[in-house]
């Protein structure tokens, strides 16, 4: 089993970084597609002016989400994802999956430093019926042993 695949098999209540009020998105793609892995998963949209996001109310911070997250995924830019992975490690989430660009060095380094066990890729790799470049993805990743 692949550290992502693991992370999403422990998760019991997930915060989640970077869901966007636009529909055509890559946070909203993820977002669906921890969905579709995890159709039993909470999953709690946290957003930093709250209100309703992607057909769910968000909340502004994880420390407000109840009961607290186990786990945490990100879907940001490195500038932006850095507040996002400090207001997990308030909240006391131990794993996070920060996911492309959100897994800077700087990133990483700082989760870890935080106690925070970290899962690094892109959740769509593990989606059943994704359409290329998923696929082709899937198969390198796999290849190289990062699947």
């Known amino acids: ?25 890559f ?4 977002l669906a597609a921890l ?6 998963l909470s999953i709690m949209i946290v957003h ?8 769910q109310q968000a909340v502004t ?3 407000e989400v109840q009961p607290p997250p186990t786990h945490a ?11 996002a992975i400090e ?5 006391g989430v131990k794993n996070i999956w920060l996911v492309m660009n959100a897994a800077s060095r700087g990133n ?19 989606t059943p019926g994704q359409a290329f470049p998923h696929t082709l993805h899937r198969a390198l990743a796999r290849l190289f042993g990062k699947a």
């Open 61 to 63: 911070s994880a420390a």
């Open 108 to 126: 990483i380094e700082r989760a870890r430093n935080l106690g925070m066990a970290v899962v690094k890729g892109c959740p769509l790799l593990f």
């Open 87 to 91: 207001d997990a490690a308030r909240a």
């Open 35 to 40: 969905r579709i892995l995890r159709p039993d």
């Open 48 to 55: 930093p002016s709250g209100g309703v996001v992607a057909g």
């Open 73 to 83: 995924v990100v879907v940001l830019s490195p500038a932006k994802a850095l507040p």
């Open 1 to 25: 089993m692949t550290d992502q695949e693991t992370f999403l098999d422990k998760a019991s209540h997930l915060a989640f970084y970077g869901a966007s009020r636009r529909e055509r998105t």
């Open 27 to 30: 946070g909203r793609d993820i």
